[in-house]
């Protein structure tokens, strides 16, 4: 009997309902990080290395959580990161995504590699949007970019800057979900043991990489070659003097994505950016690199207290969420968790997954003696270290 998203108490309960829905192979490159996925376990279980130090005995009958993310309001500190390929998920794809994030007054990220035209999602829900962007070898896609996200009416950009290769994803290699295809048997049974995926999969609307296949429609080539057309776009020499380029023609709210250390959060800022995304893209990049919440505090301190911190990657609590503002980070954002969400039930489980993580933010707050967002401090977490 398949589960119901509505009555999955947390995170974890998502994700089993998830690896139930999808065919193996979808399941796991949602799941699976880079190399022996170091980076990945690593970025959970570093939150569990520190501890919530509560207060007592100050009036919580009413908690305040809003804040500012990209310069959009937030109903709490949390954002959607941008995921590619969302419509292999699940057929209703990045606006079921979106729309969710909207009703909870969250900011969400639409994914360069999305299934979504950038214009389409805009047009169908007016909450608080950015765009994740590369710099491409061709620099006037990039210009492009810009140009029809402020059209759009995007409020921010992420430039996500972590991916100069593809990150080795093993799992990949062994179901053969790579570029192109090539299914192993067992992959194959899976599609065809997961019917209520592979229908609409297979009937539903054509899949895509909606943001950039006009490139290719004028080359007159396939879906293949629409691959690797982008992947060709990867530039290995991109520089601080590109992200000085891209801050100038956006010049709005700009966060470097991937930013792991003080220098490069200072050096960010100094470019023009207006934030940073810590993160080591869910542990699907570079595996070994630290967890994003080991590295909050000194990037805090390099940027000063107006740049956006945000600390991605790992989450999977309301209370974790919690543990990064204290440490000095705006807010925290979240891949899996949504796409757990979406492939157990579409938009409703989108709903509940982000239902059950602002609960969950809420009791902590409230348990911990912290009546607004804006008192969480440091003294509120404590990293033990055995
Ligand atoms: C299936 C999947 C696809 C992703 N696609 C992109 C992408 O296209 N661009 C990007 O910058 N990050 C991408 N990411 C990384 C996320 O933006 C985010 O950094 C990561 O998921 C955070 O870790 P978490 O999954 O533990 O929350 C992707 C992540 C996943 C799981």
Redesign the pocket.
Known sequence: MKGRPERANNVAALRLLARRRLPRPIFD??DGGADDERSLRR?ETAFADYELVPDVLNDVSAIRTGTTVFGQPSRWPLML?????TRMFHDHAELAVARAAARHGLVYGL???GTTRLEDLAHAFDGPKVF?IYIFKDRGLTAEFVARCREAGFHGLAL?VDTPVAGNRERDRVSGLSLPPRLTWRSMLSFALHPSWSLPALTGKKFDLANVSHKIDALAGGPMSLFDYIGGQFDRSVTWRDVEWLAREWNGPLAI?GVMTPEDARRSIASGATGVMI?N??G?QLDGAPAPVDQIEAVREAVGGGPDVIC????RRGSDAVKAIALGATAC?????Y?YGLAAGGEAGVDRVLTLLTEEFERTLTLAGINDVAAIARRHVRRRFN
């Open positions: 490159y949602i970025n990161a941008p995921t590619g390929l994914s360069t590699m994740q996500t994505k993160s893209h869910g699907r991605d990657g790992g989450v954002s979240i891949g899996r968790p796409l």
